[in-house]
């Protein structure tokens, strides 16, 4: 009798181990599963925008980039000329995190989240040399608008890859956008692919081109 409760006992025993695996495991090959990011609406007690709150105003629609054949240049008066791919971007330089309100001419703005490198940092890998006066960033649609020097360099001025928290949308400028604090929304170009270093002062870009004023300053008007 107790020979035949011990083997009892020892059959449950084996048949419990290898039932309780199967529940706990899940994921059986190992590797880690990446669910959907969440967009945040509120950070260190403040409210955000949302990614929707934005106006679709590009020169040609929203940009849908093929990130494998994405690159980012920075050429002009540079001892070094860079060219990096997305990723090499993103794990090359230190992120950093603000909250900064866009405020569009049309009379609309959003405050956001955002994340991304410093574009000064970017400039100092390439070296620029000392006649350099002007930055001017280009888009994938054919948008650019420019910059003085002093202003990305004395600025903590953001190349953004995120917004609240989640990769940047097609439609706010994946994979970068220029985050222009202190500058009105046309001076935030999206889709950013090439940005030159250059000693002109007279570059206009699209809409200063037509008309908007060069320096973009939010406590100006942005007609010239």
């Known amino acids: 009798m107790k020979r035949w409760l011990i083997a009892e006992f020892l059959l449950v025993s084996v048949i419990a181990l290898l039932i309780i695996p199967v529940g706990c495991t899940g994921n059986k ?3 880690t599963k990446n669910l959907e990011s969440v967009e945040i609406r509120d950070y260190q007690g403040e409210k955000l925008s949302s990614v929707n709150d934005f106006r679709e105003n590009s020169i040609g629609g929203p940009q849908y980039i093929d990130i494998d054949e994405y ?5 002009g008066l540079v001892e070094t000329p860079l060219t990096y791919t997305y990723n090499e971007v993103i794990n090359t330089y230190q992120p950093y995190r603000k909250v900064v309100t866009l405020d ?11 994340e991304g490198f410093l574009l000064r940092d970017l ?4 070296n620029p040399t000392p ?5 001017i960033l280009f888009a994938y649609d054919g948008y650019s608008t420019s ?4 202003y990305i360099m004395d600025n903590d001025i953001i190349v953004a890859y995120k917004m609240n928290d989640i990769d940047l949308p097609p439609e706010r400028g994946y994979p970068f956008q220029l985050v222009a604090e202190s500058k009105w929304g046309y ?7 090439d940005i030159e270093l250059s000693d002109r002062t007279d570059y206009e870009g699209y809409w200063e081109s037509r008309g908007y004023s060069n320096d973009g300053d939010l406590d100006k008007s942005f007609f010239d």
């Open 147 to 150: 910059f003085p020097i002093e």
């Open 123 to 126: 400039i100092n890998n390439a």
């Open 71 to 75: 690159t980012l240049d920075i050429d």
């Open 104 to 114: 569009c001419v049309e009379g609309w703005s959003a405050t956001v989240l955002w």
């Open 187 to 193: 001076k935030w170009i999206k889709w950013v692919t």
């Open 29 to 31: 090959d190992g590797t």
């Open 131 to 135: 006649d350099v006066k002007t930055v």
